[in-house]
């Protein structure tokens, strides 16, 4: 089941054997290829598990909220939590500046007021055990000004302006030893790089060092092969404690975008129906014609990808089935560290118990 939130009152409520997955839109009605990404990445695990969610008699409901434009954000179940993926989307990343004038506000005009009920949901998120988030892009950004970490910083002509396409991120030490990002870690080499698809105008750089209860997974590096640079673009907040899975976990690159050839026909025809105009086409086609153009960057890409979206969105997803499952008494074989969640440099979808043993 899917349905948008536009506004308080749109939100849905509990249903039992009915498990609820939010999506945070942060494109503030701006044409984007992402959210229908992350909706179309939340049905293919739910297609995945049709067989199983009918013999369990469960559902997986998944509301969009216009969060930037009224809808409110999702409420966190006491007894559940819940999980929710936010997206990228335009503009300044303080609402507060999107006059429709400054020049990193790319003409939005918004109102700030959702800013503090996004950041009381966040709180509530990261409180709750089973209180999940994945931020992307923009979201990252709001979440470094939630936790108070980092400062955005329009990126200038010395950067190379806005940072589109195929880039790389450096990994840090931590990564070396995470209970979950070792095994990306182990597959980027001696370099540390990995691929990330990169549309963003802001650099996130942090204030100091970082507290002790967030982690930096990644940074920037200037330019493919550059040096790392300054600007932090994966952090964690917050990990399950079972399986240090993370269950709070920003990142400032495109994840979302996969399986390339669908999306260029989706722009395409988005663009011939008049729904988006020239600039926006051409910038985005240039992006993902380059990734189609390079197989090794292409599956590159959807190693990045598996590690900080989809085997963290799949393996949640599955534990939160497995609870309700059993909280209802219903049957459900299928465990969240033995079902395939992450593909590995070879091409394999390995579960988290499989690269424990592969890598």
Not at 195 to 216: C, F, G, I, K, Q
Not at 258 to 285: F, M, S, T
């Amino acid at each position: 089941m899917y349905q948008r939130v536009r506004t308080r009152e749109d939100a849905p409520a509990p249903e039992a054997g009915t498990l609820e997955v939010a999506v945070l839109d942060m494109n503030h009605g701006w044409p984007n290829l992402g959210h229908a990404a992350v909706v179309r990445s939340l049905r293919q695990v739910v297609c995945d598990l049709r067989s199983t969610l009918a013999d369990a008699d469960l559902r997986v409901r998944v509301s969009s909220y216009d969060v930037r434009r009224g809808s409110g954000p999702p409420a966190v179940g006491a007894d559940d939590g819940l999980l929710c993926v936010g997206t990228g989307g335009p503009g300044h990343l303080d609402p507060r500046r999107n006059d429709g004038c400054d020049p990193g506000s790319q003409g939005i005009t918004e109102d700030p007021a959702w800013e503090p009920d996004v950041f009381r949901c966040f709180d509530a998120l990261r409180a709750h055990p089973e209180g999940v988030l994945l931020g992307i892009c923009h979201s990252f950004g709001i979440m470094c000004r939630w936790l108070g970490v980092a400062d955005a910083h329009l990126r200038g002509p010395e950067k190379g302006g806005k940072s589109a396409g195929i880039m790389e991120n450096a990994l840090t030490p931590a990564t070396r030893t995470h209970p979950w990002f070792r095994f990306l870690s182990q597959q980027a080499g001696v370099s540390q790089r990995i691929a990330v698809l990169d549309s963003r105008l802001y650099d996130l750089l942090p204030h100091d060092e970082l507290p002790a209860t967030v982690t930096a997974i990644a940074h920037e590096t200037l330019g493919v092969g550059g040096p790392i640079g300054p600007a932090l673009t994966m952090l964690e907040v917050e990990r399950d404690p079972a399986d240090g899975m993370p269950r709070i976990l920003g990142v400032n690159h495109h994840p979302e975008i996969v399986n390339r050839p669908r999306q260029l026909a989706l722009l395409r025809r988005r663009h011939a129906a008049g729904k988006i105009d020239d600039r926006w086409y051409e910038e985005r086609r240039h992006t993902l014609m380059e990734a189609l153009d390079d197989r090794n960057g292409e599956q590159q890409l959807a190693l990045t990808s598996s590690f900080s979206l989809h085997g963290p969105l799949r393996y949640h997803l599955l534990r939160r089935l497995r609870l309700t499952a059993e909280a209802l008494g219903r049957p459900w074989p299928l465990h969240e560290r033995t079902t395939p969640l992450a593909m590995i440099a070879s091409g394999e979808v390995l579960s988290l118990d499989e690269l424990g043993a592969a890598l």
